[in-house]
């Protein structure tokens, strides 16, 4: 069944399974899958068509709503309906992840381990901020730290006695030991413009599917990559990577782009054109667009939109059900999105990619759903 949703967890209900267990040569998430399936609201898949217009909200003059050509596009955080103690949970979960490579021989992980834990500490850090902060409208104007830096430079992080920010996570350590332009896609900038912050944690075991399907819906987003009457245009996140991911500029990120942009997406006759810069939307990717989260009293939320209920949109509880006019807008246009590529026989296609050559001498290849888990079934070319 194809179903976008997301739930907060019911108020007394915990988060505190953070333990993080070993399992053989990796650690287990299972915790932060829970807490990220509980607050994540999936908008799958962009159809390149921009917002327009604005929408109204009836009553006042007061306008809340985004006016972001993206603002339909991105997975976003139900960040209204985050109670304190919800917010004291995930910041449990951050401290035992902060803590993690001082209590195990963390050098001796799998690098795909450690990929994987670096990109869920730099997420779970962003949603913990932003969540302490909240309601706020635009990521750029959140500042942390003693110093009141911005929330990418402040150095925050603390792992192994050594203070980090989340931009050194990126650059200094994601970016200087793994050169996979793929590893763009894993972090959670906490902004509609960035990639997507996923419904599951990242795993030494899925990390690449992972990473693979948030390039695809990232590339053929309107955020991502867009056609201009000559060339065109790129989301400002490439250029922060120039230096370190596309050395041989532009004809590096163009090779990387077409590898996962969809039929339309790049036109061929500007492969040797230079690409211009799109404007980054820092509107924080959350539902309400920063309006304030639901009393200490509220008890549950969920929305769900799934193909089998015909499209309607459901909720439970309150306060929090009771959503601005743009706010269920945006859930309408998702829900319609959605039964439109169930339509089309888009909404569950997968990804494909090479995986290592069998010994028989065939190239297999893995079939990743849209969450970036594997799909049943796998062939051979």
């Known amino acids: 069944m194809a179903e976008v949703r997301a739930h907060v967890v019911e108020r007394g209900a915990t988060l505190s399974t953070v333990q993080q267990p070993m399992r053989v040569g990796g650690i287990d998430y299972t915790a932060l899958d829970e807490i990220l399936g509980g607050i994540v609201f999936e908008s799958g898949r962009s159809d390149r068509r921009p917002a327009r217009g604005r929408a109204i909200r009836t009553g006042t003059r007061i306008n809340p709503a985004s006016s972001s050509r993206y603002r339909y596009e991105a997975n976003r955080i139900v960040f209204h309906a985050l109670t304190d103690e919800h917010i004291e949970q995930i910041s449990l979960y951050r401290e035992e992840l902060e803590q993690l490579p001082s209590q195990i021989d963390f050098d001796a992980?799998?690098?795909?381990?450690?990929?994987a834990y670096w990109l869920n500490l730099h997420n779970v850090v962003v949603i913990e901020q932003l969540a302490g902060q909240y309601p706020v409208t635009q990521v750029r104007s959140v500042r942390a730290g003693p110093e009141r830096e911005r929330l990418h430079d402040a150095r925050i992080i603390n792992v192994r006695g050594q203070q980090l920010s989340l931009n050194q996570i990126r650059f200094e350590i994601v970016g200087q030991r793994w050169d996979n332009p793929l590893v763009m896609y894993g972090f959670f900038s906490g902004a509609v413009?960035?990639?997507?912050i996923l419904g599951?944690?990242?795993?030494?075991?899925?990390?690449?599917?992972?990473?693979?399907?948030n390039a695809g819906e990232f590339v053929n987003a309107l955020r991502g990559v867009e056609l201009a009457e000559r060339g065109f245009q790129i989301s400002p996140m490439y250029a922060e990577w120039?230096?370190?991911?596309?050395?041989n500029w532009p004809h590096d990120l163009r090779n990387h782009l077409e590898a996962h942009a969809d039929y339309g997406t790049l036109d061929p006759d500007s492969r040797d054109m230079a690409p211009d810069l799109l404007s980054f939307d820092y509107g924080i990717a959350d539902i309400t667009n920063g309006q304030p989260r639901c009393r200490p009293d509220s008890t549950a939320l969920l929305y769900s939109t799934s193909a089998a209920s015909g499209g309607d949109v459901g909720s439970q509880g309150s306060p929090c059900t009771s959503l601005p006019a743009h706010s269920l807008q945006f859930v309408r246009v998702v829900t319609e999105r959605r039964l439109e590529f169930l339509r089309q026989g888009r909404l569950g296609s997968v990804t494909i990619r090479d995986i290592p050559t069998s010994p028989d001498g065939e190239r297999e290849v893995e079939r990743v759903n849209p969450?970036?888990?594997?799909?049943n079934g796998g062939s051979r070319r």
Request: proline share 11%.
């Open 109 to 115: 992980l799998p690098d795909d381990e450690q990929l």
């Open 193 to 196: 413009g960035g990639p997507n």
């Open 200 to 213: 599951r944690a990242y795993t030494g075991q899925r990390v690449w599917s992972q990473l693979s399907a």
């Open 242 to 247: 120039r230096d370190t991911l596309f050395p």
């Open 371 to 375: 969450d970036g888990t594997p799909a």
